[in-house]
């Protein structure tokens, strides 16, 4: 290939990456602010743990008008308290969207809530 073509393809990669990355970072905030707006609070039940990269997480279920909802949390922010999987914690989801959901002590790190 002649340097003009790899310069186009590498300028197109490139091009997709930062929209890919501006994506990421409106779809945070869009699904922060819907979590915000619509905040509701329910307890849920550690299924499991895991480890990825040296970081240890939890998933947990819960229900919301009889339908399953999933999600995951960080381990790190309950040194403090010791759970199994079994274990109840409380959590926070998007009234609009449960899909949309967090440990309460993991929202409680970047806004303040009762």
């Known amino acids: 290939m002649s340097n003009k073509i790899k310069n186009i393809v590498l300028w197109i990669f490139n ?3 930062i929209f890919f990355l501006l994506w990421m970072s409106i779809r945070s905030i869009l699904l922060k602010r819907e ?3 619509n905040l ?8 499991r743990f895991y480890s990825i990269k040296q970081s240890d997480y939890f998933k947990y279920v819960f229900y919301v008008d009889t339908i399953q909802y999933e999600g995951s949390g960080r381990h790190s922010l309950y040194r ?4 199994r999987v079994g274990d109840s914690i409380e ?4 009234s609009v969207n ?3 959901n967090r440990p309460k002590r ?9």
């Open 40 to 47: 509701e609070s329910t307890n849920a039940v550690v299924t």
């Open 91 to 94: 959590i926070v989801y998007s």
């Open 35 to 37: 979590l915000d707006n």
């Open 15 to 17: 091009i997709a990456g």
């Open 106 to 114: 993991q929202y409680r790190k970047h806004c303040i809530i009762p």
């Open 80 to 83: 403090d308290i010791i759970f």
């Open 98 to 100: 449960p899909s949309n």
